[in-house]
């Protein structure tokens, strides 16, 4: 088999594979000199949901709203915060719409809750329903038996 023959799908592979590859909206000049920062930085951001994109993290928008919360994230790390406290900052100033994965308190708990609540909600009243369904018996006046029997016998 020649090169050639081997380098065309291989080509092709690549050529279809660029558009998944994935891309990351953090520019170099972004960046911070120290890798062990840095690391801290993309994981923060990585929890942080974009105002503008709704349900992409601040680490893959291109949202300047997103660019400048990295630039804060990063200067809030300089300045020596810890993670818990950076995203407290954030917190404060965006609400907890922010958060990726929300806390479990307060009105959060009633959100995480409202699920299975609704579902055993529905499940009760679908259980009320059939069992009500097999209780209801009809009684016949004579009358009606007299007739039914007549109705049945044509």
Known sequence: MSRLALAVPVALGVLFALPTAPVFAVQPSEMLADPALEARARELSKELRCPVCQNENIDDSDAQIAKTLREVIRARILEGDTNEEVMAFVTDRFGE???LKPGTSG??????????LMLIGGL????????RKGQDEVTLTPTEEARLSELLKD
């Not at 009105?107 to 299975?116: D, E, I, Q, T």
């Not at 009760?124 to 069992?131: L, P, Q, S």
């Open 124 to 131: 009760a009243v679908a259980v009320t329903t059939f069992r």
């Open 107 to 116: 009105w959060n708990l009633l959100l995480w809750a409202a699920g299975p």
């Open 97 to 99: 719409f922010v958060l």
